[in-house]
């Protein structure tokens, strides 16, 4: 299980992603579509063209992992401004996400707190 604190954030790749590409290939549009470090230890996300397959990339320092996952049905990734070609999602997201719950019907509540 890769371990998702509160440092760690996770990158959505928006847009459609071939799949076939695995440790280098996923690291190198990492580097040069995003402007990022892969080794950083942040989550990078790829889908499909359908939405119906996912692939994780993932450094934890002593290597780097990438997970697959092919999912029942057909989902849409949620509509949020995006730059440089990947959007910042929550860990729930995340989580609904590998779900296979559709984010684009799925919204956050506002935040309630006591008045002191």
């Known amino acids: ?7 760690t954030r996770i990158f959505l790749a928006a847009g459609a992603t071939d799949l ?56 849409t990734l949620p509509a949020q401004d995006h730059r440089g070609g990947c959007l910042q999602i929550l860990a729930a997201e995340l989580t609904l996400l590998l779900s296979g719950i559709d984010l684009e019907k799925t919204s956050t509540r506002a935040w309630w707190r006591k008045a002191a």
């Open 20 to 75: 076939r590409k695995s440790f280098e290939g996923l690291s190198d549009l990492v580097t040069h579509h995003f402007q990022a470090d892969p080794l950083s230890g942040h989550l990078y996300v790829f889908t499909n063209r359908k939405h119906n397959r996912i692939k994780m990339l993932y450094a934890d320092g002593t290597g780097v992992w990438v997970c697959a996952k092919r999912l029942c049905g057909q989902g």
């Open 1 to 7: 299980m890769m371990p998702i604190g509160p440092a």
